[in-house]
């Protein structure tokens, strides 16, 4: 997939002196951020083995036989010389800069299109003048964050690259997976939702409160819009032929399943007291549990569900 202009893109690198290093990232944090390509690490170590190295290194050259007579007569010298060699034999390191997108750097660089012929030559030319480069190169690297860690781990062997796993698609949709317990308490839930509908009012939905197994090791069905519906009517006196929600628009099936979470709060404080465990569990109301309902959630209705920290709603 190298050629793949989906994953990959050209973006201008530079070789540098590491000594020099630290300083022109600092300077490039300022005049050349990497924005498009933050996922990429700005800084990639390489190994030059000596037969890539510049001839001019002078590695090969032979010892002359009076460097050699003078090394027999310092042994220190010459330990210190063979030390050398070995290091210089197994490679020297290098480090390339990640510059930028070459599309970016080189309308940067002239502030025409990309239509110019010498248009790479002259940003690379000005780009090594600027910043007193060694080399500056066009090359390949990822053009977006990894999908999962085998994509990481093939964008990295390219271009060093961050991971984060939990931002990745991979990740994302394995927390969506639904287990076969959450399954069937969704066809359980359900199946209370529709029959509170049949108790309920026909104008109005089913809509259920539950526990999932996962909060307190059963799965319990906690409050009914139906219930809460019958018991403010009770007091409110509203007759059978009137409907409570004809006094009030927002008494939804919704609401009067959250209304009944808070009803079982009270209830416990009435008889236990403020202080109890149960009380002060339930200060937020839903938090923890799911809601079922047989019709999608209004906008009204979906920010009661937030405010009342409802874990999950499946309608």
């Not at 063979?82 to 990640?98: D, F």
């Not at 600027?130 to 053009?143: E, T």
């Not at 509170?196 to 104008?203: K, V």
């Not at 009380?279 to 937020?284: A, H, M, P, V």
């Amino acid at each position: 997939h190298a050629n793949d202009d989906t994953i990959y893109t050209s973006a201008y690198i530079a070789l540098v002196e590491p000594r020099l290093c630290g300083p022109l990232i600092k300077r490039l944090g300022h005049e050349l951020p990497i924005n498009e390509l933050i996922h990429l690490k700005r800084v990639r170590r390489k190994t030059v083995r000596p037969e890539q190295a510049d001839s001019s290194s002078g590695l090969n050259s032979p010892i002359s036989n009076n460097e050699a007579d003078s090394d027999r007569q310092d042994r220190g010298v010459m330990c210190n010389k063979r030390q050398k060699k070995s290091k210089e034999a197994k490679g020297s390191t290098r480090l390339e800069v990640l510059l930028g997108a070459c599309s970016d750097l080189e309308q940067k660089a002239t502030g025409v299109p990309e239509a110019e012929i010498d248009l790479p030559t002259q940003t690379r030319r000005l780009l090594k003048e600027k910043y007193s480069l060694l080399d500056v190169f066009c090359d390949q690297v990822p053009k977006r964050p990894p999908d999962s860690k085998v994509e990481w781990e093939t964008f990295n062997s390219i271009w060093p690259t961050n991971y984060y796993p939990m931002n990745t698609l991979e990740y994302k949709t394995k927390q969506l997976e639904l287990s076969a317990n959450e399954i069937s308490e969704m066809i359980e839930g359900m199946n209370a939702a529709e029959k509170d509908a049949r108790e309920s009012d026909a104008q109005d939905p089913g809509a259920v409160v539950a526990s999932p197994a996962a909060s307190n090791g059963t799965f319990q069905i906690m409050s009914t819009s139906a219930r809460e519906r019958q018991k403010q009517q009770e007091l409110y006196a509203v007759t059978s032929a009137g409907r409570i929600s004809d006094k009030n628009p927002l008494a939804t099936s919704v609401l009067f399943a959250i209304q009944g979470i808070s009803r079982l709060e009270r209830d416990e404080a009435s008889r236990r007291g403020m202080d109890s465990a149960a009380f002060q569990k339930g200060q937020y109301l839903c938090t923890g549990y799911d809601l079922y309902t047989t019709r999608e959630p209004s906008v009204f209705e979906s920010m009661s569900l937030v405010h009342a920290r409802i874990r999950r709603g499946v309608f």
